[in-house]
């Protein structure tokens, strides 16, 4: 066990509609990652966040958005979902802002988009 | 362009051989890279990480090398156990213009030891 957790576990929805993932970090880590990994491709970063603060943007489409909260959680936002958003979610926290810490990774959320 | 390859894309062993996961890298300039264990469906996991003055380090059975003058890396699982059967990733971090960083991933090492 990580540490981090994410909720929910499973999600089903149909395109066109709109989701939020949700990510808490271990205790004390200030940095959340949220990570895409479709079906037989390699993990996709999406964006980093450190303290409340976006820090790092990589593959993240327009139609997702995210945010971190006061308390440090995280929220991924999908939006107007498409069959191909259909992957594995996760989240992954750190104690610093730069990449040279280590990343502790959630359990995922895996989104079908039908 | 910035790119993390991985071979090969996938390995069966015998249990209790030694196997040697390889990640070639085009990165630059280069923070760190690292080696995750990837159980299917589930978050990958950590083995090491290693900055640019580093060339190994080792996690149990689990040692990675790094040879930053030829970007190459690589993973070497000592005795496997049938619990060893995962994806292998490897990910480099390097900088951008402004400061910030950015992760790129390989697609990883499907590895399966039988028994």
């Known amino acids: 066990d990580s540490g981090v957790t994410q909720t929910p576990k499973h999600l089903i929805t149909a395109t066109g509609q709109r989701v939020t993932l949700r990510c808490s970090p271990r205790?004390?880590?200030?940095?959340v990652y949220w990570y895409q990994q479709s079906l037989d491709q390699g993990l996709q970063f999406l964006i980093q966040y450190y303290n409340g603060e976006e820090r790092a943007k990589g593959n993240i489409l327009e139609r997702f958005s995210a945010q971190q909260f006061p308390d440090l959680h995280s929220e991924l936002n999908l939006s107007s979902l498409e069959l191909g958003d259909s992957a594995l979610y996760f989240c992954a926290s750190s104690v610093g802002r730069t990449g040279v810490y280590e990343q502790y990774f959630g359990p995922g959320t895996r989104l079908t988009v039908t | 362009k910035n790119q993390v390859e991985q071979s090969p894309q996938s390995l069966i062993i015998l249990e209790g051989k030694n196997c040697t996961l390889q990640c070639n890298y085009t990165v630059s300039p280069f923070s760190n890279l690292r080696w995750y264990k990837q159980d299917t469906g589930r978050g990958p996991v950590s083995l090491t990480i290693m900055t640019f003055s580093e060339n190994t380090k080792s996690n149990g059975r689990y040692t990675a090398t790094l040879d930053a003058d030829t970007k190459q890396s690589s993973l070497h699982i000592t005795a496997s156990q049938l619990s060893d059967s995962a994806s292998y990733i490897c990910v480099v971090t390097y900088f951008r213009q402004g400061g910030s960083e950015k992760l790129v991933f390989g697609k990883g090492t499907k590895l399966t030891v039988n028994p």
């Open positions: 205790s004390g880590d200030l940095s």
